[in-house]
């Protein structure tokens, strides 16, 4: 199978290691830089570089680029994509994107499903790239009511291929809630804990908790304030229930209300305990 | 040398087992619990247990209770330390206790020096204690301008004797104005993080930044409210500064204003980049 991959940074590139150690399909690949068009064939990450024409050979394209950039590319090459063929992405947010996608190119007859693999590194670019950055990890999978069961299928099977641990289908609304929670807001939480003035002051005291705390605070600002932005609405509500939520811890502790402020932990205590065993449960099922 | 601990807990139950594992101090412990008591005294992890008359016998005590209990203790068996012997502490607020244990054992010649042993587990309890939970942690102490310098190099070799990989001298305001950024607030977050009503649809979303983010959430609410409320001034201050930041990312994510939301998020993975870099120089120093 003919699989075209645009976009060789740390996801793109990382997607065609592992289809090139995994499967035995033709791999190629377009990016913007020369560059990394080249570094990506002489590794052996492809078996060959294209430009947007060569798009019509692919059975399958994934997007991999940031969101505005994959509409963009989409509007902009909505021509050049085999009708039947299955275009996918890889990004963090799908509802701006499946919406915008789908609706160029249902009416061609090329089929777009959004799909998110959920990995990353502290690094980005091809450089950074491994075949085995998604082993374990979650697949997800964000269908539409048209999108045919066989699309969905082969994008499971090639996650299988790549190494990820399960797949998750969700509706992209639903997605992108659950990742406003699960992802983005533990990437802004992370980046304002930093803002202290006494982030200088405090080398020798910082435990395990604050290592863990803090260790996504160290982000890509580009990628992820475009993530931020075309999923506003679910990150706000999230933003908005941390702030209030932090806001009772402060003024329990500000009124010396110990009750009230061992009510507020034993709750939250509780809901990490219940989620944890959920959580659990999800892992073993594999859906 | 005699060593007494009072309070078999986590803490308590750790240090004995570090001490007897790799000393040959005649170690002796005190807990409200008979239960426990008998059950260290099995386990090998102290050689007698004793009440609070045996405390005569120690030229070494450490209390391993929660902030408040440790003053009371101090206070109602004031005259049971033995004068010239060191008393120490391992909760994790120091001005509070200091102050108070100084107060009440300078003036009967025994010397009174809070440290704090930078480790813990999820678990609480004398049967969830290790001799090896203090590997390569911080060990801090917060000696006053009378602690005689013998004390700190006492306190600091036995430190080395319990596996810490380092010890760090503060006074006790410092130490707990950076451990209310370092540690306190990560549990507050933590614990605020998992209040979502999104928590219990988001099975099958969880990367690692929402574990690292709510690792902690799953506290000793006993514990830490008391440790909240003896270093209210120090976190409050800290709650208040990582609230106003989470609302200066809400306001540009809300405003659409990307220009911003990047300087927001840059500026957060510069202080945390600098940051890695002057921790891992502490690092290296070693104390």
């Not at 190629?28 to 570094?39: I, Y």
């Not at 509802?95 to 990995?119: D, K, N, Q, W």
């Not at 099977?157 to 509706?171: D, H, R, S, Y």
Request: charged share 25%; with cysteine.
């Amino acid at each position: 199978m003919e699989i075209a991959i645009v976009g060789l940074g740390l996801i793109g590139g990382s997607v065609c290691k592992a289809l090139k150690k995994n499967t035995f399909h033709h791999i190629m690949g377009l990016d913007a830089d020369g560059e990394v068009c080249r570094k990506a064939l002489d590794s052996g990450a492809i078996d060959e570089i294209i430009t947007a024409d060569g798009l019509n050979d692919a059975d399958m394209t994934m997007l991999c680029l940031y969101p505005e950039t994959i509409v963009e590319f989409v509007r902009q090459h909505k021509d050049k994509f085999k009708p039947g063929s299955i275009v996918t992405d890889s990004c963090g947010v799908k509802e701006y994107v499946v919406t915008r996608c789908t609706e160029v190119l249902e009416p061609l007859g090329v089929i777009f499903v959004g799909s998110h693999p959920m990995a990353g590194r502290e690094f980005s670019g091809f450089d950074y790239s491994t075949d085995d950055l998604f082993k374990g990890a979650s697949y997800i999978i964000t269908p539409s009511e048209n999108t045919p069961k066989m699309a969905i299928d082969l994008l499971s099977t090639l996650a299988c291929c790549m190494g990820f641990g399960k797949v998750v289908t969700a509706t992209p609304k639903q997605h992108d809630i659950n990742i406003a929670f699960t992802s983005q807001l533990a990437h802004v939480v992370s980046n304002a804990y930093v803002k202290s003035p006494s982030l200088f002051n405090a080398d020798g005291f910082s435990a395990g908790s604050f290592m863990d705390l803090t260790r996504v605070a160290k982000l890509n600002e580009y990628m992820w304030s475009s993530l931020f932005l075309c999923n506003k609405e679910a990150l706000l509500f999230e933003l908005n229930t941390i702030i209030d939520n932090l806001c009772e811890y402060r003024d329990a502790i500000g009124d010396d209300d110990i009750e009230r402020l061992r009510d507020i932990l034993r709750d939250g205590r509780e809901r990490k305990e219940k989620s944890n065993e959920l959580y659990a449960e999800h892992a073993r099922r594999k859906v």
